[in-house]
């Protein structure tokens, strides 16, 4: 399997309600933005983020 199809069958869409506003928002892994301006911290995902090196479209 390529490591893009890889990366693709990790994620997940998850789905709350925002904790501002209380719209419903869709995001990937647990990590959300809202219209209204309001974020989740990135450490509240359900899974660690990538590396830079793990990055497939970083400038090498």
């Given at each position: 399997?390529?490591?893009?199809a890889?990366?693709?069958?990790?994620?997940?869409?998850?789905?709350?309600?925002?904790?501002?506003?209380?719209?419903?928002?869709?995001?990937?892994?647990?990590?959300?933005?809202?219209?209204?301006?309001?974020?989740?911290?990135?450490s509240?995902?359900?899974?660690?983020?990538?590396?830079?090196?793990?990055?497939?479209?970083?400038?090498?």
């Amino acid at each position: 399997m390529a490591a893009q199809a890889r990366f693709l069958d990790a994620q997940e869409i998850t789905t709350i309600g925002c904790r501002e506003c209380g719209t419903e928002v869709s995001g990937v892994n647990g990590r959300y933005a809202c219209l209204c301006g309001w974020v989740n911290d990135w450490s509240e995902g359900h899974n660690e983020l990538p590396t830079a090196d793990q990055d497939p479209d970083a400038k090498r």
